[in-house]
């Protein structure tokens, strides 16, 4: 079975198992202490520590090993914004960061700190100068991820980390997708990453902190991992991370390349087989393994069952497929479709008989989806009785309004409205996109006594 969905958590590399089994048997006693079996879990320790210290681009004092990648930012931004709380309380962050970093913030704000989130373009990356306006004289601390967990798109760290710099600000990046492909670009102050990204064991992260950066690590102090992580290291899964990350990186090199081609190939050849689909993300400035497109007309839940039952692992950033009946932050902040999304980011090793299948089976999944949702086929023109229309869709979810407004739009003249009763927060986002997808005009939101008004004007 087919598994494509490495953007969450990859596949356990043959050296991570080779590297946790064989540190199960030398890695378990305390390497604080003096005797033969501590001394020996001390060296394992301290041998991964230089390895992954090489891979990150710091000094092995500079590292730290955490319970986890989100235990990692969480640390990180709270120690140095205690650190500079001097300077303000004011912390910058883009608008499509990991919901770790966004946590973060929040609590940050909650506790009386400020924060700011830097906008980005449709294909999910941060103008460099529009993040270094958001940084002021009270700026405490920068958060820039180094590339996007749901789409792939890869930010401008270099130049961001140049502005901060600039501005005495210290930049945390959040490398936990981008760290297994290569270096983070020079000029960040703090750094994190989650083992299980590269095909190292859950349960490891890695906060690196540069020397000179104020940092003033937050809870009860611990004598461990220069008080930066508190417990008992994991040195089996700590071993089995580095040597996972040094052996990822040894392949990079060829994996991306071959990689970029199939996700190329799925990028091009969706749009041609399914209809009425758009591709999100960067397609130059960008993972070479993970490729994001959403479909009209698809409940996303829907979807991604049926391609687990087609034997095929993806994500969704669709409201549909959560629980909170809201879309994927990332995809909001971006301004483009969210209902039927699909996150494919394919894990080492992927052949190209695999990705044939999927583009095999994919277009068929999709029809009949849409099919069981009454979806329109097409929006043909229509003699038109009426110069507006009014869709009553509250109380219905994720695609459901979009399809109503679909199969109405040819009942209203060229010039004529649509007028859509929506309390489903996708509407917000999906209906605009379905506009600029079908060449319509999107009039604007207004209030209604349930949930909002969307307005389209029908141009063709």
């Known amino acids: 079975m087919p598994y494509f969905d490495a953007a969450s958590s990859a596949p356990l590399h043959p050296v991570a198992r080779q590297a946790l089994l064989a540190a199960l048997d030398e890695g378990w006693a305390d390497p604080a202490r003096l005797y033969r079996e501590g001394r020996r879990a001390r060296l394992l320790l301290d041998a991964a520590r230089e390895a992954a210290a090489e891979a990150v681009g710091c000094r092995p004092d500079e590292l730290t090993f955490t319970s986890s990648g989100t235990r990692a930012v969480h640390s990180a931004i709270s120690g140095a914004l205690a650190g500079r709380r ?76 140049e502005l901060c710099r600039a501005s005495g600000v210290p930049l945390l990046v959040d490398a936990a997708q981008s760290l297994g492909w290569g270096p983070v670009p020079a000029g960040w102050s703090l750094l994190a ?16 902190v540069r020397k000179g950066v104020r940092f003033a690590p937050q809870g009860p102090a611990d004598e461990r991992e220069s008080g930066r992580a508190v417990g008992f290291e994991n040195i089996p899964a700590v071993v089995a991370a580095a040597a996972s990350l040094r052996a990822v990186r040894a392949e990079a090199a060829a994996e991306s390349v071959r990689l970029r081609a199939l996700v190329d190939l799925i990028r091009a050849r969706v749009p041609e087989l399914v209809p009425d689909v758009e591709v999100v993300g960067d397609p130059v400035r960008r993972l070479p393994h993970l490729v994001t497109f959403s479909c009209l007309y698809v409940d996303g839940e829907t979807l991604l069952h049926e391609l687990d039952r087609a034997e095929f692992s993806v994500s969704s950033g669709s409201s549909c497929t959560s629980s909170t009946l809201t879309p994927s932050h990332v995809l909001r902040a971006m301004g483009v479709l969210s209902e039927g999304n699909v996150r494919v980011s394919l894990p080492a090793g992927t052949t190209a008989e695999d990705v044939d299948r999927f583009l095999r089976v994919l277009p068929g999944v999709v029809s009949e989806v849409r099919e069981k949702l009454g979806a329109p086929v097409s929006v043909a023109p229509s003699p038109a009785a009426t110069t507006s229309l009014v869709v009553d869709s509250l109380g219905k979810r994720c695609p459901i309004p979009v399809i109503e407004l679909a199969k109405v739009i040819g009942e209203v003249p060229v010039g004529g409205t649509v007028t859509v009763l929506s309390d489903d927060e996708a509407a917000r986002l999906d209906i605009p996109a379905w506009c600029v997808m079908r060449e319509q005009e999107y009039v604007g939101e207004q209030p209604a006594d349930r949930g909002s008004a969307y307005v389209v004007r029908r141009l063709s």
């Open 86 to 161: 001097r300077v303000g309380r004011h912390l910058v962050v883009s608008a499509v960061e990991h919901s770790s970093v966004l946590h973060a913030a929040a609590t940050h704000e909650a506790q009386g700190g400020t924060f700011a989130e830097v906008p980005v373009d449709r294909a999910g990356a941060v103008s460099a100068a529009a993040y270094g306006e958001a940084l002021r004289e009270d700026t405490a601390l920068a958060c820039l991820q180094s590339a996007n967990h749901e789409v792939g798109t890869e930010q401008p760290v270099a130049e961001v980390a």
């Open 193 to 208: 990453a989650s083992a299980h990204k590269w095909g190292g064991p859950s349960g490891v992260g890695l906060l690196a």
